[in-house]
């Protein structure tokens, strides 16, 4: 049988078609940080990369130019480059500037030659659309929120050849706009999360836990109007509570000095989340709204009960009397009452671990990955009918 040579990529020749090993595929950031998203394009990266495949992440802006923690960025760099994968920056001081991004993108999308392209912010389709980059665009919006005006679907839907949605309520917000498929594909966490037995009962001096960017979205206010209140309910059984919130943002000196006083403690940027959540006896999130957030996956995986805001994202995460307790947003008595019930009652505390555990099953990184890995290859195929791309678990003999 004919041996291809010529192409960058591993393939063999059949008659009317080639078959291909590898994809050379590039996610787009905003920058290297520890919120959700990046969390996971950073894990689906790794994931790429063990099935064979050439996967890089391009950020925008180097992390200290929007107001993020280099020493996160570094370690995330490094995980990538011991995953297999690669991290580039295009170092935009200013995103809005469109001209330098359109040359910063075309430099490096040389470099990366890749067969797709997936951006996680929309502000990489602006460039993107002048870079006439001739490969398949995916856009995944990670929010049940628009960040921009519905009209910019307009560009969107000239640049972008399919659209992945992460919930119920981020896939009906890009059909009302979109003009081009939209495939769910739920998000994910790293299996270094999981915990293999369910807890059995809350610490006598427990350790409730939040995690994410500092931003208005979580509402971290609620959080610190809700402090007082459990900290006040659990002395009253002889017992102390420590609240911790994991997260760096552009809103964490604000948040910094409202806590001044309060029994709440700012951890910032943490590259050990997952220690965080096995030292942890109670995940919170008290969001305005949400996307689907990749923190509340990994509190599940680590058998967490989560007390959440009822929102879009989290109703879809956290099943009442399942795995946890929903609240009104903006309500620290409701939050505080739901928190201090589920941290006194052992029964249904350890009743909602147990069901953290099964929730978090749907959400493996290798399900995610292959979904992803599918919408790939149908877009690639789309576009090159002659060129298919096989799963590297077939038994294809690659060129040499």
């Not at 002048?130 to 307009?154: D, E, K, W, Y």
Request: aromatic share 4%; proline share 7%; net charge positive.
């Amino acid at each position: 049988m004919p041996i291809c040579r010529r192409a960058p990529w591993r393939c063999w020749r059949r008659p009317g078609s080639i078959w291909r090993l590898e994809m050379r595929i590039c996610s787009i950031i905003t920058s290297f940080t520890s919120g959700g998203a990046e969390m996971l394009v950073c894990n689906l990266a790794e994931a790429f990369a063990q099935a064979g495949h050439q996967a890089a992440i391009l950020s925008l802006s180097d992390a200290g130019q929007v107001g993020n923690a280099p020493a996160t960025e570094a370690a995330m760099r490094a995980r990538l480059r011991e995953g297999g994968a690669t991290a580039f920056s295009l170092g935009l001081a200013n995103r809005n500037n469109i001209v330098a991004g359109t040359l910063a993108l075309r430099r490096a999308l040389r470099a990366i030659r890749p067969d797709v392209i997936h951006a996680h912010t929309a502000r990489a389709l602006f460039p993107l659309a002048l870079a006439m980059p001739g490969v398949p665009v995916i856009l995944t919006h990670h929010n049940s929120r628009l960040s921009f005006p519905p009209s910019a679907f307009t560009l969107f839907n000239r640049i972008v050849d399919s659209y992945v949605a992460i919930s119920d309520q981020c896939e009906t917000l890009l059909r009302s706009h979109a003009r081009k498929p939209v495939r769910m594909i739920l998000n994910a966490a790293s299996p270094r999360f999981h915990a293999g037995q369910p807890r059995v009962a809350a610490g006598r001096d427990p350790i409730i836990l939040a995690v994410g960017t500092i931003s208005a979205q979580k509402d971290y206010p609620t959080l610190l109007r809700a402090a007082r209140p459990l900290v006040g309910a659990l002395a009253a059984q002889g017992r102390a509570a420590r609240i911790c919130i994991a997260g760096a943002g552009p809103e964490l000196e604000g948040l910094q000095a409202q806590a001044a006083g309060e029994p709440v403690e700012l951890l910032g940027a943490r590259s050990d989340v997952d220690m965080l959540m096995r030292q942890a006896d109670l995940f919170v999130n008290c969001s305005l709204w949400e996307g689907f957030p990749i923190a509340m996956i990994e509190a599940a995986m680590s058998g967490l009960p989560i007390v959440a805001t009822a929102v879009a994202g989290n109703r879809e995460m956290v099943l009442p009397g399942v795995n946890g307790q929903l609240v009104p947003p903006s309500d620290p008595a409701a939050l505080a009452q739901a928190m201090a019930d589920m941290l006194s009652d052992d029964v249904r505390y350890a009743a909602l671990s147990q069901g953290a555990l099964q929730a978090a099953s749907r959400f493996s990184i290798e399900n995610c990955a292959a979904a992803h890995l599918d919408l790939y290859r149908d877009l690639i195929a789309g576009r090159h009918p002659r060129i298919a791309i096989a799963p590297l678990a077939r038994p294809i003999s690659p060129c040499e």
